[in-house]
């Protein structure tokens, strides 16, 4: 029956011809598939830029609003039922499934370039205040507000599962405002599928890249498309094998290997780079980041034209977007029994913190480096961002080691993060389904990393980043439609309105 629930769904074969149909124009024609991306890229973000701020900056009041209110207290499941999983592993699959590789990528990458090239125009480069400026931007890109888009998606989904037993569908989520229709239902549910499969094929090759970089600086691998190739081979075969073993085996387990490397990683660069900097660093970037939110979130250039927001803000939020079918309806997945406000905090507050500890740590090694021992880091990150990471490491102790274990976490990084997308994609295409057929979840592997490599071929880095823009757009329009569904039927909740009238009497 499994089988049938896949092969049957009009939705499995669109979306699966679709990403067929991209693989092999990419590999046929990379270059012009590259410029094309390119030309979309343009278009989306010089004409839409506004609305992407305006909807991510939208869902975090949305959330933040609906933790406080009455409706905190709903479970995300029975009234008696309680978490399925406990905190820490519930964090670190969070944690993998949100952040992946793209954590590690852009952890010393993203603050190295703002300091490299800053933020705003009339800001000196590499000095005190334009590495002051890069960690707070960098605070805000990893911060609540990207993770408040897979929150959105998450709370719909895990709320029809759990709390009312429907399928965790986003056709299904979007019911309440625009009615039920079969055929808008299927497109939409086609789009979610594809958005995902380049959102996720995005961050795969965002990784290989930076294993590619590190293979170079460790082993003095070539850093060429044929290494990359065969790091995504090798790389489809582990996560196929974890995959067959389900969610609780692999993804559980590889969840809490990939928290527990990050947080050793953290602690060793922690104490073993400037300890007393990296503590002042996060503090000062906590506050400058929390003094600047609403300026950084509607933050646009219509008087000077600069391009650094469209290239840096509004393509973490497109990102964000391509990411959120598949990251919130995993978060939804492991979230059962949860209050609403547990899940808020959960998802909003202690992943985005442990970000912002990496890129304290990381980030602020490489700059004090650059500031005070005059390295040139900064120059490195600028002419290859991949090698960002691996640069920060030659600066400290036991350089070879961490490196080695840094290569660990980023392929254990993608493995999870791809077996986490082929069990969603895999219930996406077989009409909501929590258990997808394997042969199904191997078939979502497999094209999700083809067109990874056809991404590299394509362009490498800018191909991978305008990919995953283009298929954002309409989804944004459908995470606000997910917003007004969901306070339609959070209102019609019998546990909240008993209440209500007992308040009244």
């Known amino acids: 029956m499994k089988n049938k629930n896949a092969f049957q769904n009009p939705v499995f074969y669109i979306s699966a011809i679709v990403i067929f149909l991209l693989v092999i124009i990419g590999a046929i024609m990379p270059t012009q598939f590259g410029s094309i991306a390119g030309l979309l890229f ?23 609003g609906l933790s406080v209110s009455k ?12 978490p399925e999983y406990p905190f820490f592993t519930w964090i670190g699959m969070l944690f993998s499934a949100g952040f992946g590789a793209g954590l590690v990528f852009w952890g010393v990458a993203e603050p190295m370039s703002h300091f490299f090239e800053t933020p705003f125009p009339d800001l000196q480069a590499q000095n005190e205040e334009s590495a002051r ?72 090759g965002l990784g290989i890249l930076q294993m590619n970089g590190g293979l ?39 969840s809490n290997l990939n928290l527990a490397i990050c947080l050793l990683l953290l602690v060793f660069v922690f104490l073993a780079g400037p300890t007393v900097f990296i503590l002042n660093t996060f503090v000062l970037g906590i506050g400058d980041y929390l003094s600047s939110f609403i300026q950084y979130s509607l933050r646009l250039t219509p008087y000077t034209g600069d391009l650094w927001v469209r290239d840096w803000t509004v393509f973490y939020w497109a990102w964000a977007t391509a990411w959120s079918p ?13 209050t609403i406000r547990e899940f808020v ?12 500890l990496w890129i304290a740590a990381l980030g602020g090694t490489a700059i ?11 120059e490195a990150v600028n002419a290859d961002m991949a090698v960002a990471l691996f640069e920060t490491f030659g600066t400290l102790p036991l350089t070879t080691v961490v490196s080695l274990l840094a290569l660990f976490l980023i392929f254990t990084f993608l493995v999870t993060s791809a077996d986490s997308a082929t069990y969603i994609l895999g219930s996406m295409t077989s009409k909501g389904s929590l258990n997808p057929a394997l ?7 497999v094209l999700i990393t083809a067109i990874a490599v056809v991404l590299l071929l394509a362009g490498g880095l800018d191909a991978l980043q305008t990919a995953s823009l283009i298929s954002a757009l309409p989804f944004t329009v459908i995470l606000l439609i997910i917003v007004a569904s969901f306070l339609k039927m959070i209102k019609k909740e019998p546990d909240i309105k008993k209440k209500d009238r007992t308040t009244n009497k």
Not at 439 to 445: D, E, L, Q, R, S
Request: proline share 3%.
């Open 133 to 204: 400026v890069a960690m707070g931007y960098a605070f805000f890109h990893w911060g609540i507000s990207q993770w408040s888009v897979f929150a959105v998606v998450g709370l719909i989904i895990a709320y029809l599962q759990f709390k009312k037993e429907k399928k965790g569908l986003i056709s299904i989520a979007i019911e309440p405002v625009v009615g039920k229709n079969k055929a808008l239902g299927g497109t939409i549910d086609s789009l979610a599928v594809i958005a995902t499969v380049m959102g996720v094929a995005t961050s795969l």
């Open 216 to 254: 170079t600086s460790v082993f003095n691998i070539p850093n060429s498309i044929w290494v990359q190739i065969a790091i995504a081979g090798i790389m489809l075969v582990t996560y196929l094998l974890s995959s067959s073993t389900g969610l609780n085996k692999g993804i559980k387990w590889l």
């Open 326 to 338: 598949f990251v919130g309806a995993f978060i939804a997945r492991v979230s059962k029994g949860r």
């Open 345 to 356: 905090f959960g998802v909003l507050v202690v992943p985005p913190v442990i970000a912002c």
């Open 71 to 82: 409706y905190g207290k709903v479970r995300l499941g029975p009234a008696n039922s309680r």
């Open 368 to 378: 004090h480096s650059d500031l005070f021992n005059g390295t040139k880091i900064a």
């Open 439 to 445: 042969v199904v979840k191997i078939i979502w592997g």
């Open 42 to 64: 343009n278009f989306t973000t010089n004409n839409f830029g506004w609305f992407y701020l305006l909807a991510v900056f939208i869902f975090v009041v949305f959330l933040i």
